[in-house]
């Protein structure tokens, strides 16, 4: 029997999709920069399902790529050239909310916008939120250790999961969605998981914990003369209720007002915005109205409560991918340095860019409260220069080259820049203890 028939037999022959245009959909990412062929597409509905693709692919000697909505932005979820593609969209179980623990198993497939309304519907939330939330993935999210607009208030995915189910390449179930918040018994397999991109095991289920819903929010648009202006505003804006401190700037906002066709933000435009939320369980308009008097340097300011403004000064933020997306495609790096670095790190940006690709577009934004800049150039040139400038700049400021979206194969040829050989040794070491075979994700977070 051939692989394909293996699969067939293991999911059923209208889950295993070969044709051209039928497998398009999942070869390219996001972007549309990075893609490639995939001998097949394979959709397993249970765990045993997952199980038995595994072992065919195995047994095969074809490499495969987990995916789950494929919102990655790495290229650590498209082929890159005839492996197996392992959709993870059938496994979109989501049991009922346990009032007792705060907690609510999730298939690998669920996606993030039904998680959250699941456990809206309990009186509960979910901690991580991100702009992909209609499809970005559980599965995907824990792989990529997702974090998004509120780590500064419930930390990212590795600070949600409890627990999690998953098959190796082998075909053997590994973890539980017990729930236990305490377990000592030696290594924590599920946070061996966490950010490994789908190169170690198949995620199929998920324990999470929820937080509380929150229901009364207000949000800030600050402007500011200067980045160093922005980031020194940070302490005072910090407390309990602190939910989102988001930064942008003039041209960006200027592209997604265009592209949105929105209206700027104030009368006059600031070289730098802060996108600032505050929320909990009363109204926080005075604590949020409090702590942006107490900040020197603020050029203008708009506050908003109700929904539909409020909505409106994320659009200013949140608008960003798509009106980067719709210049062209990007290249994109996503990097974390120390916050109080922040300013620094912008101004080698710049100059990186400007020295290594003078005619291109750099829009920059992110998460200012953790120090993370998303880097988007369009018409860069030679992209491996200017990743390799950019990347070695973020080092040298002590920062991480991927700071929410993971490695993937992007990223992978300049792991060494923040990861020793010793580092490195124990990620080759690890990788080689869970398959063995090499079958899952090669060429991902460990560069070939
Ligand atoms: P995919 O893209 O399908 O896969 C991502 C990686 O996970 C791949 O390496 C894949 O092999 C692996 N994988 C997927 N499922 C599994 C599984 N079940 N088991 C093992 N491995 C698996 N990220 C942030 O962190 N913060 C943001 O604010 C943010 N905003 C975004 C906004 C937009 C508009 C877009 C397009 C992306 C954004 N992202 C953001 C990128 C982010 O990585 C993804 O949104 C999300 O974490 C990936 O989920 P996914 O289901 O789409 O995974
Ligand atoms: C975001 O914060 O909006 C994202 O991580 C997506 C991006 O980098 O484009
Ligand atoms: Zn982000």
């Known amino acids: 029997m051939d692989l394909i028939d293996r699969l067939v037999s293991a999911v059923g022959a209208e889950h295993v999709l070969t044709g051209r245009d039928v497998v398009a959909g999942y070869e390219a990412d996001w972007t549309g920069r990075l893609r490639g062929r995939a001998l097949a597409v394979v959709r397993p509905g249970s765990r045993d399902e997952v199980a038995a693709a595994l072992v065919a692919c195995a047994g095969a000697g074809v490499p495969v790529v987990p995916q789950g909505g494929n919102t990655g932005l790495v290229g650590g979820g498209v082929p890159r050239g005839g492996e197996v593609v392992l959709s993870t969209v059938r496994l979109a179980a989501l049991d009922a909310v346990d009032r007792t623990s705060g907690q609510v198993t999730a298939g690998a497939g669920v996606r993030l916008a039904a998680l959250r309304a699941h456990a809206r519907a309990a ?13 970005a993935t559980v599965g995907g999210m824990a792989a990529t250790n997702a974090g998004g607009l509120r780590v500064v208030r419930f930390g990212p995915m590795r600070a949600q999961v409890v627990g999690l189910e998953a098959v190796l390449a082998d075909g053997r179930a590994v973890g539980s969605l017990a729930g236990l918040e305490k377990d000592s018994t030696g290594y924590d397999l599920a946070g061996a998981l966490v950010g490994s991109e789908g190169t ?22 600050l402007g500011f003369g200067s980045t160093e202006a922005a980031v020194a505003a940070v302490p005072a804006l910090r407390g309990p209720l602190l939910t989102a401190v988001e930064v942008c700037f003039d041209d960006g906002v200027a592209l997604v007002c265009a592209h949105r066709g929105l209206a700027a933000p104030f009368r006059r435009p600031c070289p730098v915005y802060l996108l600032v939320e505050y ?7 005075d604590q949020l109205g409090e702590a942006v008097a107490g900040i020197a340097g603020v050029l203008d300011s708009a506050l908003a409560t109700d929904e539909v403004s409020r909505r409106r000064l994320w659009a200013y933020r949140e608008g960003h991918t798509e009106a980067v997306g719709a210049l062209g495609v ?17 101004a080698a940006v710049r100059a990186a860019v400007a020295e290594v690709a003078p005619g291109a577009r750099l829009v920059l ?23 390799d400038a950019v990347l070695r700049a973020v080092a040298a400021e002590g920062g991480s080259i991927s700071a929410e979206h993971g490695v993937g194969v992007a990223k992978a040829p300049w792991l060494h820049l923040t990861r020793s050989a010793a580092e490195r040794d124990l990620y080759a070491g690890i990788k080689r203890a869970w398959d063995p075979g090499g079958v899952l994700n090669p060429g991902v977070l460990i560069p070939r």
Do not use: I, Q, Y
């Open 123 to 135: 009186g509960l939330d979910f901690g991580v939120d991100l702009a992909a939330r209609d499809s």
């Open 200 to 221: 170690l095991a198949v995620v199929t289920a998920a324990r999470l914990r929820l937080v509380p819903a929150l229901p009364a929010r207000a949000t800030a648009v």
């Open 279 to 285: 929320a909990g369980e009363h109204d926080p308009t």
């Open 330 to 346: 990007p290249l994109k790096l996503d990097v974390a340095v120390p916050p109080a670095r922040a300013a620094a790190f912008e």
């Open 365 to 387: 934004f992110g998460h200012l409260a953790e120090g993370n800049f998303h880097v988007n150039v369009v018409g860069a040139g030679d992209e491996h220069a200017l990743a």
